[in-house]
């Protein structure tokens, strides 16, 4: 999922169309990670494309993750 974007019926919507990039540092394999069927690598910095009805979602994913944001910046059309 780190990485990837989701689009389906809310890109239909003026809200569902717009995208933001989130810039996460800090995140390393935890006790949540353990459970997927690949490791995360700690690293120094990821960028991670959400979708704004997602966003929300996205922040506290990352938080569990032991991530924290540093930045948000929308996309722009055609990025």
């Known amino acids: 999922m780190l ?5 389906g019926s809310a890109a239909n919507t003026p809200s569902g169309s ?6 996460v540092v800090g995140l390393a394999q935890n006790s949540e990670t353990s459970k997927r069927n690949f490791p995360i690598r700690q690293s120094g910095r990821i960028f991670i494309n959400v979708p704004y009805n997602r966003m929300n979602e996205e922040m506290q994913r990352i938080g569990r993750l032991g991530g924290k944001i540093v930045s948000i910046t929308p996309i722009k059309s055609g990025e």
């Not at 990485?3 to 689009?7: D, E, F, L, N, S």
């Not at 717009?18 to 810039?23: A, G, K």
């Open 18 to 23: 717009r995208f933001f990039r989130f810039e």
């Open 3 to 7: 990485g990837q974007t989701a689009a």
